[in-house]
DNA sequence: AACGTAGCCAACCGCCTACAC
DNA sequence: CGTGTAGGCGGTTGGCTACGT
């Protein structure tokens, strides 16, 4: 590997084991007091900075090396829902992690497990039903114009669509009363609307992951009577019900507490799954991908996207709960 | 075998903040 | 209070490696 030198003499580019043991020989015999006298005391031709950085990043006796275990992952996207990109915060959090090992990861797999579970790694809400559905079209597409349609059939897609539509007007409902913006995407899997749709091959997840859906339940409960933004009777006490046997059922994290992290068992009260198989007809199991989840995980407790499965599936209570909402 | 591409990660860059003077 | 400096932080880059074509 090429070294590079800058203009003013110093020593850039990645280190060499003689330059590390310098380094360490060094800040065991003095300490690193002060990182720009450090060089010149051990003899190194490198600015203070990169010394510490060096150091701080790889060099250190408590540096954790090896893959990132489950549980650090967890509270590595629960801690970023929280705090973003507070990566030296983050790392405080994970005993002999290194913010720049955090970031790293968070940068080229997190980030990426996330969009494909149809989470904005950014907001960690569910992205817009746009962003999740166009990239599953042309299966759709394709799988009903490879099948003879038959009336039957066109009419079950109808079905699906206005299913898919119910679907998309709860979460812009539920995300309405959160943050008094709409667009979310379709909060259950594929399989909730009919084998027409659910054949297709289509990373789901549930909307959010099982944390900040104990965020959404917290604050929808918090809610006020009135809507804030109509000074209408909130949406809330219509959905009410469908919700009542999820909220006692998780364990949500309060959001009121200045307590984060401090519970021993915060991060072990739910899961943060991966992906679920859009339908076992159509993904064997050895077929999947190793990010995708079962159904029996996913529905394991209790979701909200159980009880939007719910509502859409029961006719008689979606129709109550419907006509509640609408009016 | 050669080439292209994507993923990963160490290291650097530039900005911000705290602190000393 | 203003200025300079060191340290810290998040964003970005660039090289290495693995994998696919």
Redesign the pocket.
């Known amino acids: 590997?090429?070294m590079?030198t800058?203009e003013n003499g110093l020593?850039?580019?990645?280190?060499t084991p003689e330059e590390d043991r310098m380094l360490v020989d060094c800040i065991q015999k003095h300490g690193?007091?002060?990182?720009?006298?450090?060089p010149k005391l051990a003899g190194l031709n490198?600015?203070?900075?990169?010394c510490?950085?060096?150091w701080?990043?790889?060099l250190r006796p408590d540096i954790k090396r090896g893959?990132f275990t489950d549980e650090e992952e967890r509270v590595i996207i629960d801690l970023h829902a929280e705090?973003?990109?507070?990566?030296?915060?983050?790392?405080?959090y994970l005993p002999g992690r290194?913010?720049?090992?955090i970031?790293?990861?968070w940068?080229?797999?997190l980030k990426?497990k996330l969009l494909r579970n149809g989470i904005d790694p950014d907001t960690h809400m569910p992205r817009t039903h746009l962003d999740t559905l166009l990239p599953v079209l042309p299966q759709l597409l394709s799988y009903n114009s490879s099948r003879n349609l038959t009336w039957e059939g066109i009419v079950r897609s109808q079905e699906d669509a206005a299913r898919l539509a119910k679907v998309l007007l709860v979460g812009n409902i539920l995300q309405l009363l959160n943050t008094g913006t709409t667009s979310v995407l379709p909060p259950v899997a594929m399989e909730t609307f009919s084998p027409s749709l659910g054949s297709a091959q289509v990373t789901n997840r549930p909307p959010w992951d099982s944390h900040m859906m104990g965020l959404q339940l917290e604050r929808f409960t918090q809610k006020p009577e009135f809507d804030a933004l109509t000074c209408q009777p909130s949406f809330k006490d219509a959905l009410r019900p469908v919700f009542q046997n999820t909220m006692e059922t998780n364990n949500v994290m309060d959001i009121n507490s200045n307590k984060f992290g401090e519970s021993s068992n915060m991060y072990t009260d739910y899961e943060v799954p991966d992906l679920i198989s859009a339908s076992p007809v159509c993904l064997s199991t050895d077929q999947e991908p190793d990010n995708f989840i079962s159904l029996a995980e996913f529905s394991n407790p209790p979701t909200t996207s159980e009880a939007l499965e719910d509502i859409l599936m029961d006719d008689e209570a979606s129709n109550y709960y419907w006509k509640r909402v609408l009016e």
């Open positions: 590997m090429e590079t800058e020593k850039k580019g990645p280190w690193h007091g002060s990182w720009k006298e450090l490198r600015c203070g900075k990169s510490r950085l060096r701080t990043n790889y893959a705090l973003g990109n507070k990566w030296s915060v983050i790392a405080s290194t913010d720049n090992e970031k790293n990861f940068n080229t797999r990426k």
